[in-house]
């Protein structure tokens, strides 16, 4: 199997949970601390050693383009200043992986951004994630789906286990048999929300969108009808995968936090702040009052 260096971010959605920060703003530009949600994202995907990644934004995106790229002018009035330090991280990020940039005319569907991507990617095999998602762990995920990816010769997807059903009908729910390693498993469906009665019996969610695709997806997509909402979904595309060919889960080891809502967003700051050893104790007094 290929060594897989490429990564696919999608992040052409409107955000407007958010409104009206998002009408000049990106979603995932919205800070949690001092970096974008999408910022974590990229870290993770070079932490794991991904060198090159594509993001598939909107026409309302050329932020995300800007925060990337490098401004040797801003840098040197930094150096000035004594600041650079500050965002020196950025930096050195910036020099580890090259950055890629596409369009989704219209917004149909994760699937049909990913689709904007084919190109870029080619036959290799790469990672998936959109842009909404952080996950805290000691390992990266991505890193841990790699591993697996690679013993397992098949495409993969991160998954979480949760016992509260009503909560399993707010994501996509994974079927699936068991392996003896206690968090793999071998999917045999996909299904996007289901209805209470009919959730995943292992309690396998889909926390974090965090795939390693072959090119077997590409042929799928191309071919895929549109599905909830009118629009073209991964989701659907992978249950199909699932039932031609081998499609691994893996329980990964890790908190996963959705930025997708404006508790949800707070959350997380909270969650990095208690971490943040220049403020945490002020987090705790301020939680505790």
């Known amino acids: 199997m290929q060594k897989v260096r490429k990564g696919v971010i999608t992040v052409a959605g409107l955000g407007t949970r958010f409104l009206p920060a998002t009408k000049a703003m990106p979603k995932e530009m919205l800070p949690v601390l001092d970096k974008p949600v999408v910022q974590y994202i990229v870290e993770e995907m070079v932490a794991s050693g991904i060198t090159e990644i594509i993001f598939v934004t909107s026409s309302q995106k050329r932020s995300i383009e800007d925060h990337f790229d490098r401004d040797k002018d801003f840098e040197e009035y930094l150096t000035k200043k004594g600041k650079l330090d500050r965002i020196k991280p950025l930096i050195d990020l910036s020099k580890k992986v090259r950055f890629f940039y596409t369009r989704q005319s219209e917004p149909l569907g ?57 909560a399993m009908t707010k994501y996509g729910n994974v079927y699936a048999k068991v392996t003896k390693d206690k968090r793999l498993y071998r999917i045999s469906d996909f299904v996007e929300k ?87 104790d002020q987090i705790e007094e301020l939680l505790v009052n």
């Open 110 to 166: 994760n699937g049909h951004a990913l689709l904007c991507a084919k190109e870029f990617i080619g036959d290799e095999p790469f990672v998936f994630s959109d842009g909404d998602s952080i996950i805290d762990s000691k390992v990266p995920v991505v890193k841990q789906l790699l591993k697996v990816f690679y013993q397992e010769q098949a495409s993969i997807i991160g998954v979480q286990k949760i016992t509260d059903k009503e």
């Open 194 to 280: 289901p209805h209470i009665e009919k959730v995943s019996p292992d309690g396998l969610i889909v926390g974090g969108m965090r795939y390693v695709l072959t090119k077997d997806i590409w042929a799928i997509l191309e071919s895929q009808k549109t599905g909830r909402d009118g629009e073209i979904w991964l989701a659907d595309a992978a249950n199909v995968l699932a039932h031609k060919k081998k499609f691994m889960a893996y329980e990964y080891e890790g908190l996963y936090f959705d930025t997708g809502n404006k508790l949800a967003l707070l959350k997380t700051a909270i969650h990095f702040a208690k971490k943040d050893p220049e403020i945490k």
